[in-house]
């Protein structure tokens, strides 16, 4: 079962802009993490939040988590066309055991 | 470091056939896992092994599927006998054991059973 919900589940926007995906999850976490998957690849590693922790940055990303809404949001500035892939994020109540989201297809335009 | 590496890329089968996926992961990584995505029910986790012992099989679909990890460098994922509906992209992943790693993805392998 799918434990966090991507939304939107679609978004496009020009080279430039900011994306913001959000996620909401369902039950008591330890960590939130995010991932990247371009079309007909694996998924990458981008960025985990731990469950005491707020807000994180990484390069053009930044990451916030609210636990008592259970919701987290992947901000992505300047946004580049390289940017184009579907984001998940996927939650760890257990240890190593992740459970991801639907996804938001992000597509940046020139 | 290769990454994880799956095989074969590609499988197209028939119905009733045996299906072997392949999964050398990390090395240093001592947790795998099998995750299957299609665009119905999106990634689930099938089964995972912390340090070649399997862990949690809950996602298996049925006994149609078996997964072994004989030594802390390689891993299969078996279907036996193979079904159209098992046509998905299967991918392996692999992490340090803890909670707070992130996983390292394969490039899947994507099945078709027809």
């Known amino acids: 079962s799918q434990q966090g919900e991507e939304d939107p589940q679609a978004l496009s926007i020009q080279e430039g802009e900011n994306a913001t995906m959000n996620c909401s999850y369902k039950?008591?976490?330890?960590?939130l993490q995010w991932y990247r998957q371009n079309s007909g690849r694996g998924l990458v590693h981008l960025i985990l939040?731990?469950?005491?922790?707020r807000e994180k940055h990484s390069g053009r990303l930044r990451v916030t988590l609210d636990t008592s809404k259970k919701s987290s949001s992947l901000l992505i500035t300047a946004s580049r066309a390289a940017d184009t892939a579907s984001y998940f994020c996927?939650?760890?109540?257990?240890?190593?055991?992740?459970?991801f989201g639907t996804g938001t297809r992000l597509q940046v335009t020139l | 470091d290769a990454g994880v590496i799956q095989s074969p890329r590609h499988e197209v089968t028939e119905m009733g056939q045996e299906v072997t996926l392949r999964c050398k992961p990390i090395?240093?990584?001592?947790?795998l896992f099998w995750y299957r995505q299609t665009m119905m029910r999106g990634l689930e986790l099938l089964i995972y092994f912390n340090n070649n012992v399997p862990i949690d099989d809950s996602g298996m679909p049925e006994d149609r599927f078996s997964a072994k990890m004989p030594n802390a460098s390689f891993s299969t994922l078996k279907i036996q006998p193979s079904e159209p509906r098992d046509s998905a992209v299967y991918f392996c992943?692999?992490?340090?054991?803890?909670?707070?790693?992130?996983?390292?993805f394969g490039s899947g392998t994507r099945l078709t059973v027809v």
């Open positions: 939040i731990r469950s005491n922790e």
């Open positions: 992943a692999s992490s340090l054991a803890g909670i707070d790693y992130g996983y390292t």
């Open positions: 996927a939650t760890a109540r257990t240890a190593s055991k992740l459970t």
């Open positions: 090395s240093g990584h001592n947790s």
């Open positions: 039950t008591s976490i330890n960590n």
